[in-house]
């Protein structure tokens, strides 16, 4: 069998198994054919590729652990990760004075009002509940009148979709709620955002109660 003949029966065989299933699925069985179709092109020009198959979420390589990577400018833009007219921080968390991810903490009972989580529709990074709205207005009021506090922003997503996808969008998560906060005057340089993905859920159950409570983001601080 040609390498040809080859592809051809993948993207058939990809395309047919998406039928069977429900819409969600059958979207990534597509988004699968098109990455397949497009390394089958370059096969047949000579371009090999070193893969494996991966068997579950487990063996996704991702930034799962409390390294932070962050952002270009140019990422926020090109990957609509959140807002491009607000630069990510000077400071990396753990280099120059910063404090590193593994010394941010939940606020205190006594903060707890500040800080609650906010919670997104699926697939959407944008709050639209005015509770949520009217919180991050009084976090940012209280930052601006606390500067020696730091935070991070943590996006967090339900289980449904693949882990990369879910990681991109809780990303779109943090940096929308840190867009919000910084256009309401608090210090840019003060404020980290991270994804966990699904990787972190709240609740392990299945129900669209569940999903929502997952749909998050939550809030760690560190006061110098």
């Known amino acids: 069998m040609t390498r040809f003949t080859q592809f051809i029966c993948i993207v058939i065989l990809a395309a047919s198994a998406g039928c069977a299933r429900n819409s969600n699925q059958t979207w ?27 068997t579950s979420d487990e063996e996704f390589i991702g930034p799962f652990d409390d390294e932070f990577i962050p952002l ?7 990957a609509q990760l959140g807002d491009a007219a607000i630069p990510q921080p000077k400071g ?4 120059k004075g910063i404090p590193s991810l593994s010394e941010f903490y939940f606020p205190p009972d006594t903060l707890r009002a500040y800080f609650r989580s906010v919670h997104f529709e699926t ?17 940012a009021a209280y930052l601006k009148k606390n500067p020696s506090i730091f935070l991070v922003i ?41 994804s966990r993905g699904k990787e972190q859920p ?3 159950g299945h129900s669209q109660d569940d999903w929502k409570a ?4 939550e809030f760690k601080i560190y006061e110098k």
């Open 72 to 78: 270009r400018d140019s990422d926020l833009k090109n």
């Open 214 to 217: 997952n749909r998050r983001s």
């Open 92 to 95: 990396i968390p753990g280099q």
């Open 28 to 54: 990534e069985d597509l988004k699968t054919a098109g990455r397949y179709m497009h390394r089958g092109v370059d096969v047949m020009f000579g371009k090999e590729y070193e893969s494996r198959l991966l």
């Open 123 to 139: 697939d959407e990074h944008v709050l639209k509940d005015k509770h949520d709205l009217e919180m991050i207005s009084q976090m």
């Open 202 to 204: 709240l609740t392990l």
């Open 154 to 194: 943590e996006g967090h997503c339900d289980e449904r979709a693949s882990a990369s996808y879910n990681m991109a969008l809780g990303m779109r998560r943090a940096n929308s709620v840190r867009s919000f906060l910084v256009k309401q005057g608090v210090d840019l340089n003060r404020i980290y955002t991270v």
